[in-house]
């Protein structure tokens, strides 16, 4: 009887099983790994509730792109990555779309990761460093990308919008990299929290709070007869259409808008006020393996408490139970599944 995998698949929109699978077939110049952590993202829920990458298609589709585990076979072309290597893995690296379209996703037991370099699409772990923590080597390099996006400057006065593990880890980085004027939102309270325990951030989850403390904390400027915030730069991470819309009309001048969060609806913008204040707005997406290879040397510094971010773990033969609580901002941050 041949080996078996399982694998976390979308069936349909709000349909997920988990599936058995055949066991990889490793190539010259693939790797087949022992997955042991992988966490449930935001993007994974937006892709449940579509029914896939962009809709419901005709196959299934494999989720699981945040990850780390063990090397258990090795191509033979491939020189500097060993058998019982620690490792994290970039899902887009090297035309993989692990967990993101392609035919692998990480929420497996045994992951096949094609054309394997090491530093562009395989990352090893410091010895110290845990799996969870190598799991989430692939948020942070996002929100990482976003802050590279936003052309900050030291003094810079930054508003943050939307605290889950990308809008948590991108007010961590941003106060680990020295900068102090940080003020943030999030309708969770756990999730304002756990941002009110880093140096320099102040959270709330309530809209006039927080508007009212970025003009207190940043300053104020008049546009159009309007006194708004004197912030020069948003970080949305919501991917919420109103809060964008929102972010637009309190802008000052010149402002920069950095949208990094899905949005599963079209935007309605009054490009109005984008004009007439000469708003800057730019997107980020992902990350180039520089910065997944920074995410981890930042991560390797033990600058965040693992519990802080990851607030439950499952088995993967609890997978609804875990979906389920990834969709509950109020009690969850990250779930992530031990494989």
Known sequence: MSKKSQQINIHGPDLLSLDLIDYPIVGSDDLIVDIRCCGICGTDLGYLSSGGLMGPQDKPMPLGHEMSGVVIEVGSNIKDIHLNDRIAINPMGNHNSIGNGGSEGGMTNFLLVRNAVLNENIFKLPDEMSFEIGALIEPFAVALRAINRSNLRPESKIGVLGLG???????????????????????????????????????????????????????????????????????????????????????????????????????????????????????????????????????SKNIIDQDTFISHKCKIQDYKQGFDLAKNGNIATKVMFEI
């Open 165 to 299: 593990c990308i809008g948590l880890s991108v007010v961590t980085l941003l106060s680990y990299l020295g900068y102090k004027n940080i003020v943030a939102i999030d309708l969770s309270k756990l999730r304002v929290l756990n941002a009110n325990n880093l140096e320099s951030v102040l959270a709330f989850d309530d809209w006039n709070t927080f508007l009212q403390t970025l003009k207190e904390f940043h300053g104020e400027e008049m546009v159009f007869g309007m006194k708004v915030p004197d912030t020069d730069a948003f970080i949305d991470c919501t991917g919420n259409h109103k809060i964008l819309s929102n972010i637009i009309e309190i802008s000052k001048t010149h402002a920069r808008i950095i949208v990094a969060g899905l949005h599963k609806e079209n935007a309605l913008i009054n490009f109005r006020s984008v004009l007439m204040r000469e708003l800057e707005i730019t997107t980020s997406m992902a990350y180039s393996s520089k910065e997944f290879l920074n995410s981890l040397e930042i991560l």
